[in-house]
Structure formats: structure tokens, C-alpha cells
Nanobody
């Protein structure tokens, strides 16, 4: 599976961004999809995930109510709508495809896209 992430940028605190991930080379609906982020000096963090059919989602507490993950299996695409952004959301965001059934345990068997940088200014 090949993944291409896009949509990062610079935004002021309180603003919004929409990240997109385009997939190719596999049966998209068989993979759970997720967004991870990494800040220098910190471990990679799973931010949000969605199951293959788009019926179950997972969010870390710090983004609940602000971020929304979605997918369109007809278009082999996944999105992350990020609202009310905070400076602490600044990170390199990666999309991932993972067959692991447990959404919260995604990562160890994942295919990765390149990162897209999100910078939130205060």
C-alpha cells in the first residue's frame, strides 16, 4: 500500500486545517487507517483512527471534539478535519494503513505515508 499525505500548513491558534491521505496499491477497505504525529524529542503518537468500513473511530483525549477522521472507500481516501487548533498540535503528521483490528494499537504493522507538517502559531 502506498500512501500520500497532504494538507499541512501554518495556521493561527483557533484555526482549522484538513489533512488528506490518498491510498493506492491495495484493497483500501481492508485496512484500518490512522493519523499519527511526531514532535522532535517525543515519541510518535496515534491521534485518530478509523476502521475499514468507517464505522468505528478512535481519538486521543487531547483532540476529542476538535478533530474528525473520515474515509471514502470509493476514492481510496482518508481525511482528518482539525478545528480549534492549538500550538501543542504542532507536529509532523503521518497517515498509516494497518490491518491490526484494534484501532488503538495501530502502528507496528502499518504502511506509512510521508509526513505533512502542521504548525500552529499562538
Amino acid at each position: 500500500v502506498q500512501l500520500q499525505a497532504s494538507g499541512g500548513g501554518l495556521v493561527q491558534a483557533g484555526g482549522s486545517l484538513r489533512l488528506s491521505c490518498a491510498a493506492s496499491g491495495g484493497i483500501f477497505s481492508t485496512y484500518n487507517m490512522g493519523w499519527f504525529r511526531r514532535v522532535p524529542g517525543k515519541e510518535r503518537e496515534l491521534v485518530a483512527a478509523i476502521d475499514g468500513r468507517g464505522r468505528r473511530t478512535y481519538y486521543i483525549d487531547s483532540v476529542k471534539g476538535r478533530f474528525t477522521i473520515s474515509r471514502d472507500n470509493r476514492k481510496n481516501a482518508m481525511n482528518l478535519q482539525m478545528n480549534s487548533l492549538k500550538p501543542e498540535d504542532t507536529a509532523l503528521y503521518y497517515c498509516a494503513a494497518d490491518p491490526t483490528p484494534d484501532l488503538g494499537a495501530m502502528g507496528s504493522n502499518a504502511y506509512w505515508g510521508q509526513g505533512t507538517l502542521v504548525t500552529v502559531s499562538s
